[in-house]
T-cell receptor, first 108, second 114 residues
Framework: GIQVEQSPPDLILQEGANSTLRCNFS?????LQWFHQNPWGQLINLFY???GTKQNGRLSATTVATERYSLLYISSSQTTDSGVYFC??????????FGTGTSLTVIP | EAGVTQSPTHLIKTRGQQATLRCSPI?????VYWYQQALGLGLQFLLW???????NRGNFPPRFSGRQFPNYSSELNVNALELEDSALYLC?????????????FGDGTRLSIL
């Protein structure tokens, strides 16, 4: 069946550290998004990245569609990066399936 | 450009009542998606509307229903509310049914069942 798996489930970082979050998916991907959910529940769209690499400031993402995974890199982490990071995958152009998320805590 | 707007922000109901949640998509977007996020859990797909029609439905009972209006705004209705319906309900919009565009989310409605 359709699976979207994220790792690690939980991550605690010292401010300034770097991290890599992973999203594995079970089938060919049509679209893929990374989101950050802040402590107030707001979902912020980070990247729309069905393939290739994109960068936005301290964040970057890479999707290797042929190997069915995507990576989100966070460099020089800040306390405001805390929250839950979700990947969402659209396999057939109709709905997105969300992973279970990575909960990130950045401590000062 | 105005983002996806949802109302109300918070809604408190009791068991057995009915709740109506509303979503206005980004101007020009025709697809609207509804998700449920129970406390501490991930997002579960509820419903997808495009061009006024229900296109897909998640694994939820029939008391979860909705509709999309001609202006592409949408309502989610939950009948016979149960305690486990307490959750954050998120709406997202997207360009068109087959567009390769990202979903954009609203800030959600927090539904509490007492």
């Amino acid at each position: 069946g359709i699976q979207v798996e994220q790792s690690p489930p939980d991550l605690i970082l010292q401010e300034g550290a770097n991290s890599t979050l992973r999203c594995n998916f079970s089938d060919s991907v049509n679209n893929l998004q990374w989101f950050h959910q802040n402590p107030w529940g707001q979902l912020i769209n980070l990247f729309y990245i069905p393939s290739g690499t994109k960068q936005n400031g301290r964040l970057s993402a890479t999707t290797v569609a042929t190997e069915r995974y995507s990576l989100l890199y966070i460099s020089s982490s800040q306390t405001t990066d805390s929250g839950v990071y979700f990947c969402a995958v659209d396999f057939a152009g109709n709905q997105f399936y969300f992973g279970t998320g990575t909960s990130l805590t950045v401590i000062p | 450009e105005a983002g996806v707007t949802q109302s109300p922000t918070h809604l408190i109901k009791t068991r057995g009542q009915q709740a109506t949640l509303r979503c206005s998509p980004i101007s020009g977007h025709t697809s609207v998606y509804w998700y449920q996020q129970a406390l501490g859990l991930g997002l579960q797909f509820l419903l997808w509307y495009d061009e006024g029609e229900e296109r897909n439905r998640g694994n939820f009972p029939p008391r979860f229903s909705g509709r999309q209006f001609p202006n592409y705004s949408s309502e989610l209705n939950v009948n016979a509310l149960e305690l486990e319906d307490s959750a954050l309900y998120l709406c997202a919009s997207r360009g068109t049914m087959r567009s390769n565009q990202p979903q954009q989310f609203g800030d959600g409605t927090r539904l509490s069942i007492l």
